[in-house]
């Protein structure tokens, strides 16, 4: 992969991190300025369940958070764009869907197919 391209893929992982960072910020003002007692019990279930749904999507956020970390790591050791299975170069079109993969389309598919059959 060019230097060019490792660029542009560097500036989308660093904006994912930002808007990711600024998610996490936002939804823990909200969660904190809606303190106080909510004596309708269907007030509160709603807005107990608006932040488990919240959470959650956090917690995912999490995650892709730690994949952005290892794609930018990558970028600066030299790997970023190979796959980590069978060592090929994996399609920018691939990457420019999923900047964070690491694998190539094939070992992908290969990989979702096994995790099926074993039933995870």
Known sequence: MDEQ???RFKEMLEAMKVEITSDVEQTL???TSQVGNIP???DRASIESD???ELRIRGRELRLMDKIEEAL???EDGTYGICAS???EIAL???EARPVAKFC???KSRQEKQEKEQGR
């Open 73 to 75: 790591a990558r970028i």
């Open 29 to 31: 003002n909200e969660m």
């Open 93 to 95: 079109k691939r990457l």
């Open 51 to 53: 932040r488990n749904f």
């Open 40 to 42: 309708d019990p269907t």
């Open 5 to 7: 391209n490792l660029l």
């Open 105 to 107: 389309i094939d070992c």
């Open 86 to 88: 069978c060592g090929c």
